[in-house]
């Protein structure tokens, strides 16, 4: 797949682009291709450098750093430098040779060779040597090595733990380290103590319990339980595969931000309907709303507002965009519009390979379509002067709630009439 990057030097006015095949390039081969597409020669008596457009101060300093494609820098020559060496130009570009960096082979190499010099010099045998000599040397030699391992242990700092002063005060039972209202420890579900005191740490016959808080749920779901029921009844409650406590019919015990058991009592299957509900009556009033605005658009002749590539006849919704061999109506070929959806123009394009569906021209990338802003502006004022004629407001921009109440009283007054 070809790919792009804008630059433009600092002197010039105008963008010079840069294909390349793949997501990214780096900006070693960037350098070397600028180079070669302006003819600056061999590179020995200038440098280049590159900076991001919207941070001119900042440069691209690495060789390897990779710039994705489609993005726009800017490119400055400069006089070579040769006070750190001859490598300080932009003649290993042209050559192909990336710049080595000395410091890391430098310090590379002298810490191998510290790490040689600091392994003990251990006994070799000749090639004659027996296989027990052999064996018996591999057991000396472990025993040098841990030896010296000993040693090196032996120079250590010890370091010693210091409890600290909240430590020192939870294990006295200081009244400060008391846990503020509504906090609940969640290994044995009380809350006069936080978790790190809690006296069942210390216990490894006890089994925790997984109870979760009622955050989110309104007190009238709720039904409290008492402590004793669920601490002692051990009959009544059991856990799940997830470690929830659970009673008989398979409800969840919670915490409230008292400290008090309780069980939710909301109705999961007519919750799921009331949701179905509220999905159905959304669909059925954004179907009605389209068919609504595709009758003013055909009205009044506005055929620039259908997208031509999907299946239904659908208004055209932001973002709009167009191809750049097509930008518009007086293009029109094969299709009766020439502005279409984002989410159309681009699968079209991926399943036609790439190519124009209006003109058919080839290597129409989805980086290169045009945003129409102009047409979503005037899309957006034809609606809004309309507004009256369709009768009703864009679901989309709509609560649910909202959407299926309105669905209800026109429902309604179609059974009273």
């Not at 027996?130 to 591999?138: G, R």
């Not at 109705?267 to 709303?289: G, H, I, P, R, V």
Request: proline residues 5%.
């Amino acid at each position: 797949m070809s790919s792009v990057i804008y630059y433009r030097f600092l002197h010039q006015k105008n963008k010079s682009i840069i294909h390349f095949d793949g997501t990214a390039i780096s900006v070693f081969d960037l350098k070397r291709d600028i180079i070669s597409q302006n003819n600056l020669g061999t590179g020995q008596d200038f440098n280049l450098r590159l900076y991001h457009a919207e941070q001119p101060d900042l440069e691209y300093e690495l060789d390897n750093d990779v710039i994705p494609r489609s993005s726009y820098v800017l490119a400055k020559r400069s006089p070579a430098s040769y006070k750190t060496g001859k490598f300080n130009n932009a003649s290993r570009y042209v050559s192909g040779k990336p710049r080595l960096n000395r410091k890391v082979i430098n310090t590379t190499n002298a810490n191998a060779s510290a790490a040689v010099n600091s392994m003990p010099t251990l006994p070799q045998l000749g090639e004659d040597a027996s296989e027990e000599d052999k064996i018996k040397l591999m057991f000396e030699n472990q025993s040098n090595v841990w030896a010296q391992t000993q040693d090196e242990l032996a120079q250590h700092k010890m370091v010693y733990y210091k409890p600290t002063a909240a430590a020192t005060a939870a294990g006295t039972g200081n009244k400060e380290d008391q846990p503020p209202p509504g906090y609940i420890c969640y290994r044995c579900g009380k809350k006069d103590h936080w978790i790190k005191n809690c006296p069942t740490n210390n216990d490894p016959n006890f089994e925790g319990k997984k109870i979760m808080r009622t955050t989110g749920i309104p007190k009238s779901y709720l039904k409290t339980i008492s402590k004793e029921e669920v601490e002692k009844n051990s009959g009544s409650f059991t856990t799940n595969d997830n470690g929830d406590v659970i009673d008989n019919d398979g409800n969840a015990i919670l915490i409230t931000d008292e400290g008090e058991y309780a069980i939710a009592m909301a109705d999961s299957k007519t919750w799921m309907n009331y949701q179905t509900k509220l999905q159905n009556a959304a669909m059925k009033s954004k179907q009605e709303y389209e068919s609504r605005l595709i009758g003013i658009v055909d009205k009044y002749n506005k055929p620039q507002f259908v997208d031509a590539l999907s299946v239904t006849r659908k208004v055209l919704k932001p973002p709009i965009y167009t191809t750049p061999c097509c930008p518009d109506l007086s293009k029109l070929q094969k299709l009766a519009n020439v502005y279409h959806n984002q989410d159309e123009i681009e699968n079209v394009l991926i399943e036609n390979d790439f190519h124009c569906p209006n003109c058919g021209k080839d290597d129409v990338y989805i980086d290169s379509l045009i945003h129409a802003e102009s047409l979503e502006k005037e899309l957006q004022e034809f609606i809004e002067s309309k507004d009256a004629e369709i009768g009703m407001k864009d679901p989309s921009k709509r609560s649910l709630e909202d959407v299926a109440n309105d669905e209800n009283g026109v429902d309604a007054k179609k059974q009273k009439v």
